[in-house]
């Protein structure tokens, strides 16, 4: 009877183990940040999220400005975002067949590309919503895909000095000057 229960304990405990790892290993939604400061963030929310090279992806874009029929959203890929973009794709915003009437606000849009295929990694995506006439932004975000950058691994996210290790004092000591044997030859 102790063994049973002996038994049922672990098998309970290893199947309440097995249930939560698949919500603590599941992948976080793909983060977008600000173009620049000059330049409101717009929302956006990618379906199948990661973006898959060679796969059909629906980007839903939305900000809370106006825009007009001149405004166009585009979505540019990039090896550097410094650079000229690799590939880009416009749509308009409105005004277009199943787009709603000119000018709209708040701006909410789907839009379905093709992601291409044989991107750089790591590579950028940008998107941005804006007159290409007049060079004015009404509004954008980016993102970096596949560099294993911070906000994709959660751990990486916390600053190093916030583990105690961090803070001795041997961890800002260069290790020659600080340990005679570290200067010695490892074979004569």
Known sequence: MN????????????????????????????QWGKCSDDFPLLGVKISPDPLIQGQDDTFSVSGDFKADANDKLAVAFFADPTQQPLYVFPTPVCG??????????????????????????PYFVVVIIGNPDTKDVLGCAVTEVGSGDVASYPIASYPIASYPIASYPIASYPIASSYPIASYPIAE
Not at 3 to 21: D, H, R
Not at 99 to 117: A, G, M, R, W
């Open 3 to 30: 063994q049973s229960l002996i038994l049922v304990f672990i098998l309970l405990a290893t199947l309440s183990v097995a249930n939560a790892l698949p919500h603590q290993l599941s992948k976080r939604e793909t």
């Open 96 to 121: 277009a067949p199943n787009l709603p009437d000119c000018p709209v606000q708040p701006v909410k849009i789907d839009f379905k590309i093709t992601v291409p295929s044989g991107l750089p990694n």
